[in-house]
C-alpha cells in the first residue's frame, strides 16, 4: 500500500515482526519511563499472540498496520480480522444482525484496539512530531486493507478524545459510549476522599470497607518482583470461574499469566486476599503513566462485600498513594457511581464498506450519542458527591 508520498502502509501478521524498541518508539511516543498506557506496548500484544489468547482459532487474527516514510517508521496501529464480535466490549451484535438479514455477510471485520481490554487509550500510534500525517497513513492503509481482502468493515474502539475528534474530521463515523471512573482531586488519603461524598454515601463505603474485613484474613497489594508466580496459580482459579460466568470460556489462556510474570509485572498492580493461607480472592489491575485499570476479578469464596473493598476501594487506594489521577473500573456497572466513580464518555471509530449500510448506522449513531450524553448528565448529576448550598449566614450545609 502505498498512499501518501514517501510513505508505504503494509501489514504484518505478527508483533515479532517488528522489535520492540521501534514499536514502542510509537506506542509510547513521548518516551516517559512508563507508557501511559501498558495495552499497546510491544510486550502486552506478543503475550497475547505467545500465548495464544490471539490467533488462529480465536477469532482475533493480527493484521497490524504499519506506516514507514522513507523506511523510518512514523506509526503503527494494533488491528485484528475479526470473525466474531466477542471480547470488544463496544457491542455491534445488532448491527452485524441487521447487516446479515439483509443479505451481506459483516464476518470477518477489521477490529483495532486492544483484544478484552476495554480501556481508553491512543489507537494510532505515531512516532512524536507525527500524528497528523501518521493517523491519515494509518487510516487509509486500514480502509485499502478491508476493501482489498472483502472485509465489512473497520472498527476503532475505545480510542482517545482526540482521536475521535480526528477521525471524525476525516470522515470516520463517531461512536459514544458510557463507563465509571474515579478522579483524584488531590486527595492526601481516602478519608479526604470520603469527606467530598454526600453523608449517605461516605456511610455507605465505610460500612462496606469494615464489613469486607470480616472475610477473616488479609489483603495484599504485589506489583513488579512482589509478585509470584504462586500468585498467578491463584489468580487463574479465580479468572476461570469469573470467565465461566460471564462469557463460557475465558477469553486469556493459562499461558498469557506466565507471560505477564516474566514480562509484564512491573505494569501490574495484583490485589490479593488470603484466608488461613490460602489464596481466595483477586483483582488484577495494570498500571499507567497516570491511570490505573482494573481488569479481572474473581474469587473461591464469597465473603460480602470483599468485591467492593479489593476492585473499588483498594484501587482508589493505590491511586491516592501513588499520585495517580483516575482509575478505570472497567466496562459497565451503574453501581460504581455510590462508589465514587462517575460516568465518563468513551469513544470508538467506524467505517462500512456499503455506503448504504453506513448511511443507516450513522442516523442510529447520532441518536445514541444524544442519549449516551443526556444519561451522562443526569448520572453526574445524582452522583455521589455533596451538593453545598448557602445557608442564612452565607456559610455552607450538605
Excluded at 470473525?83 to 441487521?98: K, T
Excluded at 460480602?304 to 483516575?326: M, N, P, S, T, W
Aim: net charge negative; proline share 4%; glycine share 10%.
Amino acid at each position: 500500500m502505498n498512499n501518501t508520498p514517501n510513505i508505504e502502509v503494509s501489514v504484518i501478521t505478527g508483533i515479532d515482526e517488528i522489535a520492540p524498541d521501534e514499536w514502542d518508539t510509537c506506542a509510547n511516543a513521548q518516551n516517559a519511563d512508563r507508557p501511559k498506557d501498558p495495552f499497546t506496548t510491544h510486550r502486552f500484544l506478543k503475550a497475547l499472540e505467545d500465548s495464544g489468547s490471539v490467533g488462529t482459532g480465536t477469532g482475533w487474527v493480527p493484521r497490524h498496520v504499519v506506516a514507514r516514510q522513507n523506511e523510518r517508521l512514523i506509526g503503527v496501529m494494533p488491528s485484528y480480522a475479526k470473525g466474531h464480535s466477542q471480547g470488544e466490549y463496544i457491542f455491534d451484535h445488532n448491527w452485524a444482525h441487521a447487516y446479515e438479514n439483509a443479505g451481506g455477510e459483516y464476518y470477518p471485520k477489521l477490529q483495532v484496539g486492544v483484544p478484552f481490554t476495554p480501556a481508553t487509550g491512543r489507537r494510532f500510534l505515531t512516532r512524536d512530531g507525527f500524528a497528523q500525517i501518521g493517523m491519515s497513513a494509518l487510516v487509509q492503509g486500514a480502509i485499502e486493507l478491508v476493501a482489498q481482502n472483502n472485509l465489512s468493515s473497520l472498527h476503532v474502539t475505545f480510542c482517545d478524545e482526540s482521536e475521535y475528534i480526528a477521525g471524525g474530521q476525516i470522515g470516520l463515523k463517531q461512536r459514544i459510549g458510557q463507563q465509571f471512573h474515579w478522579y483524584n482531586d488531590g486527595y492526601a488519603n481516602f478519608d479526604q476522599f470520603l469527606n467530598k461524598l454526600s453523608s449517605r454515601k461516605r456511610k455507605n463505603i465505610r460500612k462496606e470497607r469494615t464489613g469486607a474485613q470480616e472475610f477473616g484474613g488479609t489483603i495484599h497489594q504485589f506489583t513488579g518482583d512482589q509478585i509470584l508466580p504462586e500468585h498467578w496459580d491463584a489468580f487463574w482459579q479465580f479468572y476461570q470461574d469469573t470467565g465461566a460466568r460471564k462469557w463460557g470460556t475465558p477469553y486469556l489462556t493459562r499461558a498469557f499469566f506466565e507471560s505477564a510474570q516474566e514480562s509484564l509485572r512491573d505494569d501490574i498492580l495484583l490485589v490479593m486476599c488470603e484466608r488461613d493461607g490460602r489464596w481466595i480472592a483477586g483483582a488484577l489491575n495494570f498500571i499507567g503513566r497516570d491511570t490505573l485499570y482494573g481488569r479481572y476479578w474473581g474469587c473461591v469464596e464469597d465473603h460480602r462485600y470483599l468485591h467492593f473493598e479489593v476492585c473499588y476501594y483498594q484501587a482508589i487506594d493505590y491511586a491516592i498513594k501513588h499520585g495517580l489521577k483516575r482509575v478505570e473500573a472497567g466496562a459497565q456497572g451503574e453501581h460504581k457511581l455510590a462508589r465514587g466513580y462517575l460516568p465518563t464518555p468513551v469513544y470508538s471509530l467506524h467505517w462500512f464498506r456499503d455506503a448504504g449500510f453506513g448511511e443507516a448506522v450513522e442516523k442510529y449513531l447520532e441518536a445514541e450519542r444524544n442519549a449516551v450524553g443526556e444519561d451522562i448528565e443526569i448520572l453526574t448529576a445524582y452522583g455521589p458527591f455533596r451538593k453545598n448550598v448557602g445557608d442564612k449566614n452565607g456559610g455552607e450545609i450538605e
